[in-house]
T-cell receptor
Framework: AQSVTQPDIHITVSEGASLELRCNYSYGATPYLFWYVQSPGQGLQLLLKYFSGDTLVQGIKGFEAEFKRSQSSFNLRKPSVHWSDAAEYYC?????????????FGSGTQLTVLP | DGGITQSPKYLFRKEGQNVTLSCEQNLNHDAMYWYRQDPGQGLRLIYYSQIVNDFQKGDIAEGYSVSREKKESFPLTVTSAQKNPTAFYLCATGQNQPQHFGDGTRLSIL
């Protein structure tokens, strides 16, 4: 069965510092991978996705992620964090269930940004 | 303006009562999904529908029911059989997989 692990429950960084959020997955086939961001009381916004091709994926809001098959990882990065980036971040793996594609989510990483 | 509309934003349920959460989309997506979100547990799939008049159970379907009479609408009913309904409920749509999410409905017990 597929699974997603986000090892860091909570990360705190200073504004302007770099950021890396970790994501490890377990899936028997080639994965479809996603990163979402959620502000309090809101839905999820898609930051970026990886289906195939270039393993370095660019997303919105200056985020990028790198797919490393050998490490089963899809870490999210940002070179300089802004206070508005404070939110909950979810990694997800897409998989086929019968004829339907679904997502399995990690448990999330809460990002706090210090001024 | 295309998007997903979930209503109400907040909902309260009394013991023994069924309540229905609305999800409407104008993105023309075939697939619609309902997720439940609890603190520290991420999102768990309740039901999903790939086409009109067809839907399948997800990982935690017990105590919930859905219908898909129109492409645009996928309401979720939380029945009295769901003993722990307090949670944040998210609706999602996608052409091939869930990608776009609504702003959610927070359900609480009175």
């Amino acid at each position: 069965a597929q699974s997603v692990t986000q090892p860091d429950i909570h990360i705190t960084v200073s504004e302007g510092a770099s950021l890396e959020l970790r994501c490890n997955y377990s899936y028997g086939a080639t994965p479809y991978l996603f990163w979402y961001v959620q502000s309090p009381g809101q839905g999820l916004q898609l930051l970026l996705k990886y289906f195939s091709g270039d393993t370095l994926v660019q997303g919105i809001k200056g985020f990028e992620a790198e797919f490393k098959r050998s490490q089963s990882s899809f870490n999210l990065r940002k070179p300089s964090v802004h206070w508005s980036d404070a939110a909950e971040y979810y990694c997800a793996v897409g998989f086929l269930s019968g004829s339907a594609r679904q997502l399995t989510f990690g448990s999330g990483t809460q990002l706090t940004v210090l001024p | 303006d295309g998007g997903i509309t979930q209503s109400p934003k907040y909902l309260f349920r009394k013991e023994g009562q069924n309540v229905t959460l609305s999800c409407e989309q104008n993105l023309n997506h075939d697939a619609m999904y309902w997720y439940r979100q609890d603190p520290g547990q991420g999102l768990r799939l309740i039901y999903y529908s790939q086409i009109v008049n067809d839907f399948q159970k997800g990982d935690i379907a017990e105590g919930y029911s859905v219908s898909r009479e129109k492409k645009e609408s996928f309401p979720l009913t939380v029945t009295s059989a769901q003993k722990n309904p307090t949670a944040f409920y998210l609706c999602a749509t996608g052409q091939n997989q869930p990608q776009h999410f609504g702003d959610g409905t927070r359900l609480s017990i009175l």
